[in-house]
């Protein structure tokens, strides 16, 4: 099994037509781009124009699910761009996620199949299961479809959401596949180091959701707010590439195209080992934005 490439240093990809954005090699060998697109709560025509304007800022990983309710317009925004753009399909990872109602080794195939159609591409660049959801305890039935739908060519890489420690074990013990990455909360208030070292014993890539923090987004801390002033760069920016040295994959939203560029442009500076230490301080047991402990939530 490959490891990921050094995190703190992501390589540039070869094949981007943006080579600003560094990639990640994952545990299966394909590459995965550093920085990604959030596209909760995007929908409909507003959903659309945003996906679309994200693509022409750069960006080459966009992030949806079936219960954001938005693979249609996720979809026709990537296959609008590349026949307009003239980019390659192939520069452009699109991942989405089996939802919990879905986890049944009698649901699952199809849901997978639902996804790739509502998508209209020709495969699945990463599906992921969006929760754990061990009181239904389903997730194991759940990770060997996914699997057989990376066998069946449908999926090119397969990963998780919101995996503990526990649950990877468990996926990995039936199926000897390991998870390319797992999409967790993460952000300077919820750091999730033991989960980050987890990851990389296994050799699975940290995507982060909700990098930045939400409405509990540190911006005005004085480790975050005095490096922007270092740096000349926004508060924002500074979170983002600490995500990026950290060697996690942030994954923000914006529908405004000047955010979009601003959040996408963090390989221009680097923040001091002093810097990265005083953000990760910021860390606490009770930084999540809400009652989401994988153990315990259920999302159907």
């Known amino acids: 099994m490959s490891n990921p490439s050094n995190p703190s240093n992501p390589s540039n990809s070869s094949n981007s037509s943006n080579s600003s954005i560094p990639t990640l090699t994952l545990n299966d060998g394909h590459a995965l781009p550093a920085v990604g697109f959030g596209t909760y709560p995007l929908q409909g025509d507003a959903g659309y124009r945003a996906v679309r304007q994200a693509l022409d800022a750069g960006y080459r990983l966009i992030d949806s699910a079936v219960n954001y309710e938005n693979e249609g317009v996720v979809g026709k925004a990537i296959r609008d761009f590349v026949t307009e753009s003239g980019v390659d ?132 801390q004085e480790s975050v707010a005095s490096a922007a002033e270092v740096h000349g760069v926004s508060p924002a920016q500074v979170i983002l590439r600490w995500h990026v040295q950290l060697g996690s994959v942030p994954l923000p939203k914006s529908a405004t195209p000047e955010r979009q560029v601003a959040n996408l442009d963090v390989f221009g500076f680097a923040l001091s080992d002093d810097e990265m230490a005083a953000i990760s301080a910021l860390t606490r047991p009770d930084g999540r934005l809400f009652d989401g402990d994988p153990d315990t939530h259920e999302e159907m």
């Not at 299961?129 to 699997?147: F, K, S």
């Not at 199926?175 to 296994?202: G, K, W, Y």
Request: hydrophobic fraction near 40%; glycine fraction near 6%; charged fraction near 25%.
């Open 89 to 220: 399909r192939d520069e452009i990872t699109v991942q989405t996620k089996l939802p919990g109602r879905h986890h049944g080794a009698d649901r699952a195939p199809a849901s997978i199949e639902e996804s790739l159609a509502r998508l209209g591409l020709e495969r699945i660049d990463m599906m992921l299961i969006h929760w754990p959801n061990p009181i239904t305890g389903r997730y194991r039935e759940a990770w060997a479809a996914l699997v057989d739908a990376r066998e069946r060519g449908l999926v090119r890489s397969v990963g998780v959401s919101n995996f503990t420690a526990a649950h990877l074990s468990d996926i990995i013990a039936d199926t000897d596949v390991t998870p390319a990455v797992n999409q967790i909360e993460l952000h300077p208030c919820f750091s999730q180091s033991e989960m980050r070292r987890a990851h990389a014993r296994h050799g699975i890539v940290t995507e982060a959701w909700s990098p930045l923090g939400k409405r509990e987004a540190p911006f005005d």
